[in-house]
């Protein structure tokens, strides 16, 4: 596979993970177009996905490739600045998303379904 830099990766992962939880909440029941974007916020964030990718490296349950491509996409120098986070909760995020792009793209389905379960799960213990 091509070696694409982290902020590619997190492009596309930005839209992967979008999706996701976009069809999460349609199988929530939540058909209304408001209360689906004011519910995806919650996840869609840069402080939930940051959130979700800190207890994710704490409890060690990413893999040393995915905490490599964790690292390129955190690091990615990148001339975007965040409106509604602080520049380390935006690159953690930015990580986070990089692995997501990574996994869709090795076609490791199985692995990316575990890991929005999982992030998931996390942003939603949070907010309780």
Partial sequence: MNM???LTLAYLGDAVWELRIRKYLLDKGLTKVNDLHSAAIRYTSAGGEAQAIRVLLENGWLSEREQD???RGRNAES???PKNADLGTYHQATGFEA???HLFLENQNTRL???VAESIRLIEQNAE
């Fill in 4 to 6: 694409f830099n982290g």
């Fill in 69 to 71: 491509i964790f690292k």
């Fill in 79 to 81: 001339t975007h600045k």
């Fill in 99 to 101: 692995v997501i792009g």
């Fill in 113 to 115: 379904d575990d890991l």
